[in-house]
């Protein structure tokens, strides 16, 4: 993160739909530095906005993820049914899936119900091309109408975010296969190393392209991921692969260009993901430039919002990184802020929860949130 030389940040923008936005942007400003807490809280509104529908979802899987008008019509519907506390605000997510940069480099999207899944392109590596981002292709040209309508759209009313692109050995993972790439480090180091580079260079020209588009009055960005915002090059970063590999594997083939991916963002969260990533914290806190770390357990573990994360949370707060914890229970939160700290922590709340809960934990929080804007 470039550190700001004045005590905050001035903002100028101003949504309906999130009448303490300026105040939002402050607090998350501080997260970022270390020196408060966040809270991403979405309460369930008794009326909803503006008259606004929910759609009927389209039988199609593809229409559904990539039409542009209906994924605006759906997003539009949520955000009308909650308001924003806290540290949460509207923003439509304007992601295909999690891995939308491989479709841009030749991996194909197979759409399901929840997720998108992306099929491998590369199958000779002695036979393959350089790895080059070229415009004007299908997937991109999707992702590029769906930030066009949501801005057409927002009138002021939410953000419009990046999409979660994903970068390094995870999107040669896309285009190689996961497991064939797990050979190829072994195989073809020098190789791999060489695509790392070319992939490198494609997310830093998508990334441009997208922050021309979506960027706020003072630089900042929404990412679609974990409900960021940062007022610079904000983005999630990760490396979901690294849990098959050594802490010196690591070391060797994703911290390079993971450590010159966050010198470009000005604002970075890595997602951990799963236990046997924990073993990359230390890797990860040699990353200067990296500003926060999020955890998520994986499915059959608790929540993040457990006790039994509380050490791991400690443990990144004092190398020198904020956060993140998400999916916590509301009746986790203020324990885990008492146990771990407010400074430099972030928790996103599982939800949406209705408005007495979302007050009473305001109430609880309050003695750690002084200071607030």
Same mark, same amino acid.
């Given at each position: 993160?470039?550190?700001?030389?004045?005590?905050?940040?001035?903002?100028?923008?101003?949504?309906?739909?999130?009448p303490d936005w300026p105040a939002c942007q402050q607090n998350l400003i501080r997260w970022w530095k270390?020196?408060?807490?966040?809270?991403?809280?979405?309460?369930?509104?008794?009326?909803?906005?503006?008259?606004?529908?929910?759609?009927?979802?389209? @039988?199609? %899987?593809?229409?559904?993820?990539?039409?542009?008008?209906?994924? /605006?019509?759906a997003a539009e519907g949520v955000m009308a049914g909650l308001d924003y506390w806290a540290e949460a605000?509207?923003?439509?997510?304007?992601?295909?899936?999690?891995?939308? +940069?491989?479709?841009? +480099?030749?991996?194909?999207?197979?759409?399901?119900?929840?997720? $998108?899944?992306?099929?491998? /392109?590369?199958?000779?590596?002695?036979?393959?091309?350089?790895?080059?981002?070229?415009?004007?292709?299908?997937?991109?040209? @999707?992702?590029?109408?769906?930030?066009?309508?949501?801005?057409?759209?927002?009138?002021?009313?939410?953000?419009?975010?990046?999409?979660?692109?994903?970068?390094?050995?995870?999107?040669?993972?896309?285009?190689?296969?996961?497991?064939? %790439?797990?050979?190829?480090?072994?195989?073809?180091?020098?190789?791999? +190393?060489?695509?790392?580079?070319?992939?490198?260079?494609?997310?830093?020209?998508?990334?441009?392209?997208?922050?021309?588009?979506?960027?706020?009055?003072?630089?900042?960005?929404?990412?679609?991921?974990?409900?960021?915002?940062?007022?610079?090059?904000?983005?999630?970063?990760?490396?979901?692969?690294?849990?098959?590999?050594?802490?010196?594997?690591?070391?060797?083939?994703?911290?390079?260009?993971?450590?010159?991916?966050?010198? *470009?963002?000005?604002?970075?969260?890595?997602?951990?993901?799963?236990?046997?990533?924990?073993?990359?914290?230390?890797?990860?806190?040699?990353?200067?430039?990296?500003?926060?770390?999020?955890?998520?357990?994986?499915?059959?573990?608790?929540?993040?919002?457990?006790? /039994?994360?509380?050490?791991? *949370?400690?443990?990144?707060?004092?190398?020198?990184?904020?956060?993140?914890?998400?999916?916590?229970?509301?009746?986790?939160?203020?324990?885990?802020?008492?146990? $771990?700290?407010?400074?430099?922590?972030? $928790?996103?709340?599982?939800?949406?929860?209705?408005?007495?809960?979302?007050?009473?934990?305001?109430?609880?929080?309050?003695?750690?949130?002084?200071?607030? $804007?």
């Amino acid at each position: 993160m470039h550190e700001p030389t004045q005590p905050t940040i001035p903002v100028t923008d101003t949504l309906a739909w999130k009448p303490d936005w300026p105040a939002c942007q402050q607090n998350l400003i501080r997260w970022w530095k270390h020196q408060g807490m966040a809270l991403c809280l979405e309460v369930i509104r008794e009326q909803r906005r503006e008259d606004i529908p929910v759609p009927e979802v389209p @039988a199609d %899987l593809e229409v559904r993820w990539t039409n542009a008008r209906y994924r /605006c019509d759906a997003a539009e519907g949520v955000m009308a049914g909650l308001d924003y506390w806290a540290e949460a605000f509207p923003y439509f997510d304007t992601q295909i899936g999690p891995g939308s +940069l491989g479709t841009f +480099l030749g991996s194909q999207p197979n759409f399901a119900v929840d997720t $998108v899944w992306y099929e491998p /392109c590369i199958d000779d590596p002695a036979r393959t091309a350089p790895i080059r981002f070229a415009k004007h292709q299908q997937w991109f040209d @999707a992702h590029m109408a769906l930030i066009d309508e949501g801005l057409a759209r927002a009138r002021g009313r939410y953000l419009v975010g990046i999409p979660d692109l994903i970068e390094n050995l995870d999107t040669l993972a896309a285009l190689r296969g996961d497991g064939n %790439l797990l050979y190829d480090l072994l195989d073809r180091p020098t190789w791999v +190393l060489e695509r790392l580079e070319e992939i490198k260079a494609a997310y830093f020209q998508v990334f441009d392209l997208f922050y021309a588009k979506v960027h706020t009055a003072e630089g900042g960005n929404a990412f679609s991921a974990f409900h960021i915002w940062g007022p610079g090059k904000t983005a999630k970063v990760q490396c979901d692969i690294t849990a098959s590999l050594s802490p010196q594997m690591f070391r060797r083939f994703v911290q390079p260009t993971l450590r010159e991916q966050c010198e *470009y963002l000005d604002y970075s969260l890595y997602h951990l993901d799963g236990t046997n990533a924990r073993q990359h914290v230390e890797p990860l806190l040699e990353i200067d430039a990296l500003d926060a770390i999020e955890w998520t357990p994986q499915a059959g573990k608790p929540g993040g919002g457990d006790p /039994c994360w509380y050490e791991l *949370y400690r443990r990144i707060l004092a190398g020198g990184k904020s956060v993140q914890a998400v999916g916590v229970r509301p009746e986790e939160v203020v324990s885990l802020v008492d146990a $771990v700290g407010p400074q430099g922590l972030f $928790v996103t709340v599982n939800g949406p929860v209705n408005r007495r809960t979302a007050g009473k934990m305001m109430r609880e929080l309050e003695p750690y949130r002084r200071g607030a $804007v």
